[in-house]
């Protein structure tokens, strides 16, 4: 599942504390802000990608192979996230940012990339979609907070895009779990069957269904998280519109 995390590239000072927390250095900023910068460019490398093929073809069946090769590498470029966090020039949590983007990775090659009977599902466009519309904002947010501009639009697009797009990823997710399904059952792929020198069996069937499942308690926690964020970040400022 792949939520959008909704920390920032900075950590705010806590309520009632003189202490300010120390943001990343220098260099570290900087390396941060080309990271963001790069990944933004790549998204819309993506996104560019989606409109042209569609306008040529006057379809949106099998868009996904006009971005198949940038989407596997900025997506992939993603695990770079994790490094972040677990060096401390991002103030996340490892865990949750290793879940948010693993679970991306994971759909892009163990699924997507490794059953191409999928590829040309309805599906891998609206993840695509989603993915594609949720980081383009979400790099330029991380960019302009490190560059300490940030847009009140692209602020507010942060916290408020993902009321459709998270849903709209997810089901995208879903449905192509389920439509690799049959293929990873006919094929066996990824599957290790006793008997075998290791006395490990794996059936990676049961770990797609398993996967599948594990949305049901995992999407309403997460989507309603971001909702009380979006109402703290956001509002105090929609407060004050209404009592102008």
């Not at 949590?93 to 759909?107: D, E, H, I, P």
């Not at 399904?181 to 059936?203: E, H, I, R």
Request: include cysteine; aromatic fraction near 16%.
């Amino acid at each position: 599942m792949s939520a959008p995390a909704m920390g920032t590239t900075k950590t705010a000072p806590n309520d009632g504390s003189h202490k300010k927390k120390k943001g990343p250095g220098t260099l570290a900023t900087a390396y941060l802000v080309i990271y963001n910068v790069v990944m933004t460019a790549g998204w819309l490398v993506i996104a560019v990608g989606l409109v042209r093929a569609y306008l040529a073809r006057g379809s949106y069946h099998g868009l996904y192979y006009s971005i198949e090769k940038p989407l596997k590498f900025f997506q992939t470029g993603a695990l770079l996230e994790i490094l972040h966090c677990a060096v401390g020039i991002v103030p996340s949590s490892v865990v949750l940012t290793g879940f948010q983007v693993m679970s991306r990775v994971f759909l892009t090659w163990a699924v997507t990339h490794s059953v191409r009977e999928v590829q040309s599902e309805d599906s891998v466009l609206l993840f695509v979609v989603a993915w594609t519309i949720t980081e383009i904002i979400r790099y330029s947010f991380y960019t302009f907070s490190l560059l300490n501009h940030l847009p009140y639009l692209i602020k507010w697009a942060r916290y408020t895009f993902f009321i459709v797009l998270y849903p709209m990823g997810v089901t995208g997710e879903l449905l192509t779990i389920y439509a690799a399904l049959p293929y990873v059952q006919k094929t066996g792929l990824y599957s290790v069957t006793l008997p075998n020198k290791y006395n490990f069996s794996f059936d990676y069937y049961t770990f797609l269904i398993l996967t599948m499942v594990s949305y049901i308690p995992l999407f309403p926690q997460l989507y309603f998280h971001m909702l009380r964020q979006r109402k703290k970040v956001l509002g105090h400022v929609e407060e004050y519109t209404k009592v102008e």
